[in-house]
């Protein structure tokens, strides 16, 4: 593409580039919104920046909600600058002077995808894109054709082209690519018949096979994967992840620079077996109370949501009948005032009808100040609601999180009293077990071994502490997070109400006024 552009200026997408793009692309209607409401690039759906001799992607990610991006025709040389662009689901690139296909990881709602007429040499950088249908790829120098096998990974593919690509020469082409992306509808434009995809099948049967049986041993190990993960963030969402079994136990130990050494002391061993088995037992306990606690949270928050919609409802009811019954009688009224015999009848009649929009306006405001009374009460008492489960939440982590303690502090005082043991037996040369040379350095005196098992015992206290605080700032953060949007939510919708209210009147008003009234004469 760059001859075309030899003598002019390459660009880079900057404000002053979409501002002019966007200014090009409004309506009449559109700008008569801009200018009362205000313009958010979040607003924008599609954008439009072809043939516009841009050399670098810039400067896009205000556009967080768009949907379709052109970029075709330019003078692009490296795909970059779109990973904001997250809800994206049409993308053309055609036509540019891209060399490698990068950039895209974030695409992931990406469906139709143009990168025809670049200098691409190999299909890579794409395993994000598992919604695509659609993807050009012609005119690009893609020479070897075993490359189009990375197309079985989309399995909504059935549109693809490839024409114009040094692989295409390949005599295989046809039913290699129809063999391997045996999803596809389309090819290089041209519907994939029936009998060229038996075809294709008979001939690659024996290839296809045992790829077939590979990817579908990698597609349960995916789904197993992913259920063990789903399952992980609902335990993250109880705030209870990891307690359903030995991990903090285990934790506890790993992160024990002395606990080794001792465990080698003579009855440590059963010591520690036991202990295990008790604090896992709490652990699990726990971890049972939170999947129970964070369903009554979920309840809780689904029952506030309900009542308030049904609150809301009755309202949003009661405004559309004070509208409907406006709406009755302002037809007729207009066409008095515009059918008026005299200037003076019309100008009464529109009086009335002014006195009718106002009597309008203050019943919508009204209900509109009774809703957000209602809503108030109700959003305090969700408060207290949410306050009173968090806080009973709380005191019973606090409590089975003081039964690990009490269990550590069981544990230390018996590893205490074996350590001593062992140690006055060392003194004595009465050991009957022979200990490696590091714990044998513990058992010169008392203090040393006093010492190692008091570090020992304070690593896995502070452990303790550690996870039971993590739960706790999960909850008061749950808590301030559940509450605080709930009140922003009302702020935003009673602003968003009073706006469609005054609008809604305007317009009303501006109607009025827009009619002719034939004035008086002698």
């Given at each position: ?40 690039f ?22 967080e ?6 970029l ?31 950039g895209?990881?974030t ?5 139709d ?23 050009s ?41 129809v ?42 190990q ?32 790993a ?24 604090f ?150 009465e ?42 700032s ?23 109400r ?6 809604f ?7 009025l ?10």
């Amino acid at each position: 593409m760059s001859h075309l552009y030899e003598n002019i200026e390459p660009n880079v997408i900057d404000d002053e580039l979409v501002q002019k793009v966007l200014e090009e692309e409004r309506t009449e209607d559109i700008e008569k919104i801009v200018r009362r409401e205000g313009f958010n690039f979040k607003d924008v759906k599609e954008l439009q920046l072809s043939f516009r001799n841009i050399l670098q992607i810039a400067n896009l990610w205000q556009f967080e909600n768009l949907t379709k991006l052109q970029l075709d025709n330019n003078i692009i040389e490296k795909v970059e600058a779109l990973e904001s662009l997250v809800h994206l689901v049409w993308l053309d690139l055609s036509f540019n002077n891209i060399e490698v296909i990068e950039g895209l990881d974030t695409l992931v709602k990406l469906q139709d995808l143009s990168l025809y007429s670049n200098r691409i040499s190999k299909i890579e950088n794409m395993d994000t894109l598992q919604e695509l249908q659609i993807f050009s790829i012609g005119k690009n120098n893609l020479t070897t054709l075993e490359d189009v096998v990375y197309f079985r990974r989309f399995k909504h593919l059935r549109t693809l082209n490839l024409a114009g690509n040094p692989l295409c020469d390949d005599n295989r082409y046809m039913l290699y690519v129809v063999a391997y992306v045996p999803n596809l509808v389309y090819l290089d434009f041209k519907l994939v018949r029936d009998s060229t995809r038996e075809e294709a099948v008979l001939q690659y049967q024996y290839h296809i096979e045992p790829l077939e049986q590979e990817e579908a041993e990698v597609l349960a190990q995916l789904e197993d994967k992913q259920a063990k993960q789903k399952q992980l963030e609902y335990h993250k969402t109880a705030f209870v992840e990891y307690l359903n079994g030995s991990f903090l136990f285990d934790s506890m130990f790993a992160e024990d620079t002395e606990a080794a050494k001792l465990a080698c002391l003579p009855g440590v061993d059963d010591l520690l077996q036991a202990y295990r088995e008790e604090f896992v037992s709490v652990c699990e306990s726990l971890f049972n109370y939170g999947l129970k606690e964070h369903e009554n949270r979920e309840a809780e928050v689904s029952h506030f949501h309900e009542y308030l919609n049904e609150v809301l409802t009755a309202n949003q009811q009661e405004g559309r009948k004070r509208i409907l019954e406006f709406e009755n009688q302002s037809k007729k009224r207009l066409e008095e005032i515009h059918n008026a015999s005299s200037y003076d009848i019309a100008e009464s009649k529109r009086a009335r009808y002014r006195e009718d929009i106002l009597q309008l306006s203050e019943a919508l405001m009204g209900l509109e100040i009774l809703i957000t009374d209602q809503l108030e009460e109700i959003l305090e008492e969700f408060k207290g609601n949410i306050a009173a489960v968090a806080s009973t939440f709380i005191e019973n982590v606090k409590g089975m999180m003081n039964q690990c303690r009490a269990l550590e502090n069981h544990h230390h005082e018996k590893l205490l009293e074996i350590s001593i043991t062992t140690l006055e037996k060392s003194l004595k040369n009465e050991l009957d077990v022979d200990l490696p040379a590091d714990v044998q350095k513990l058992l010169v005196d008392k203090t040393t071994i006093v010492n190692a098992v008091n570090a020992s015992h304070g690593t896995r206290l502070q452990s303790i502490d550690k996870r039971e605080s993590d739960i706790l700032s999960n909850i008061n953060h749950w808590q301030n997070s559940v509450t605080e949007k709930a009140f922003q939510n009302e702020i935003d919708r009673n602003r968003n109400r009073v706006k469609e209210i005054i609008l809604f009147i305007e317009n009303l008003q501006e109607e009025l006024d827009s009619i002719k009234i034939l004035e008086a004469t002698e």
